[in-house]
């Protein structure tokens, strides 16, 4: 019985790690990494003198954190997902499928980009815009879909013991980040990403709450047991 309780806890303590630490990584990896390098200033010409030069070191810096950002991120979503089943279905699935949405195109839209920077001098000027404008477009929609996923995950909080600010908050700004979004699509230059940031801070916050959470109750950080209700409840 000691064995199987001491196995039981150090499970949960794995789990509570994972959550916290894809959490944390998969907010402060795009909120640092585009603080240190949000890429080449100007347009055409401009632009492409800057990239004939190489990139600099920080840029590398920034695209390991967003890289490690986005895989946090996949993790995460896949967590609150299989958390959310037994609860919250139908939000679990829909979470499920807006992450799958969100990495698809974020893998779809990143590699432009990426033949942008390394063939700057043979693609031309325009060339090297389009494709620099495909990932800002990328961007738009990978923002409505992880704010879909995580209006779902908010929703789906809502049928648990979540704290209802930790579940409200999601909820609401994943709503506006859907119609931010929308209008993004419609209208690429009045995108306004506010409550995708909004998003990212309820990262961390989530990550917070869960390491002050207590270790046995880490099985159920998001879900049926009351790890997140010591806070605000």
């Known amino acids: ?40 200033e100007g347009t055409g010409q401009e632009r492409l003198d800057v990239l004939a030069q190489g990139l600099p070191t920080p840029a590398y810096v920034a695209m390991a954190l967003e890289i490690a950002g986005f895989l946090a991120a996949i993790v995460l979503l896949g967590i609150l997902s299989v958390r959310l089943r037994d609860r919250a279905p139908v939000a679990a699935v829909v979470t499920a499928i807006a992450a799958a949405a969100a990495t698809a195109v974020k893998l779809a839209t990143v590699a432009p980009v990426m033949v942008a920077y390394r063939d700057a001098e043979a693609l031309g000027a325009d060339l090297v815009d389009a494709l620099v404008a495909i990932g800002g477009m990328g961007f738009v929609l990978y923002g409505l879909l992880l704010s879909t996923a995580l209006c779902a995950v908010g929703v789906g909080l809502l049928r648990t013991e979540t704290s209802r600010w930790l579940a409200w908050w999601p909820a609401v700004a994943g709503a506006l980040g859907v119609v931010a979004g929308g209008v993004g699509v419609a209208a690429p230059d009045s995108y306004v990403p506010i409550p995708f940031l909004l998003l990212l801070l ?32």
């Open 1 to 40: 019985m000691r064995r199987d309780a001491f196995c039981g806890q150090r499970g949960a303590m794995t789990k509570k790690t994972l959550l916290t630490s894809s959490a944390l990584l998969a907010s402060l990896g795009p909120l640092v990494g585009n603080g240190i390098y949000a890429g080449p």
């Open 202 to 233: 309820w990262m961390i916050a989530l990550a917070v709450v869960t390491a002050m959470s207590r270790t046995d109750d880490a099985e159920g950080a998001v879900g049926a047991n009351p790890a997140l209700t010591g806070v605000g409840h």
